[in-house]
């Protein structure tokens, strides 16, 4: 069983900046593909970017391509998510998802761990 842990949400200007992280429990938070995945209110959710154990490969949803970067650090088990010239369309739940697997994917269906989801309101 692996554990999510999200942080980092909260109340943004348009423009401006914001990291999320993502901690999780295990010994094998290597061998895992993470991702980041959003609801806005009253949408369905959203892929926003994976990344595959070794951090070396990478895939994200063409509305934060050039905005949001995704990184890990396996020595602290955690996967962060910088963003980037935050506009209000970006404004959601986001949370942190993980499947034992060097595959990249990004249908939600595909990941089989899920931590409680960070707010992230980004204001006009």
């Known amino acids: 069983q692996v554990q999510l842990v999200e942080s980092g949400g909260g109340l943004v200007q348009a423009g401006g900046t914001l990291r999320l992280s993502c901690a999780a429990s295990?010994?094998?938070?290597?061998?895992?593909?993470m991702a980041w995945v959003r609801q806005a209110p009253g949408k369905d959710r959203e892929f926003v970017v994976a990344?595959?154990?070794?951090?070396?490969?990478?895939v994200y949803a063409d509305a934060v391509k050039g905005r949001f970067t995704i990184s890990r650090d396996n020595a602290k088990n955690t996967v962060y998510l910088h963003m980037s010239s935050l506009t209000p369309e970006d404004t959601a739940v986001y949370y942190c998802?993980?499947?034992?697997?060097?595959?990249?994917?990004?249908?939600?269906?595909?990941?089989?761990?899920w931590g409680q989801g960070t707010q992230v309101t980004v204001s006009a």
């Open positions: 998802a993980s499947r034992p697997s060097s595959q990249l994917v990004t249908a939600e269906l595909g990941y089989d761990y």
């Open positions: 990344i595959r154990g070794s951090g070396g490969s990478t």
């Open positions: 295990g010994r094998t938070f290597s061998s895992y593909v």
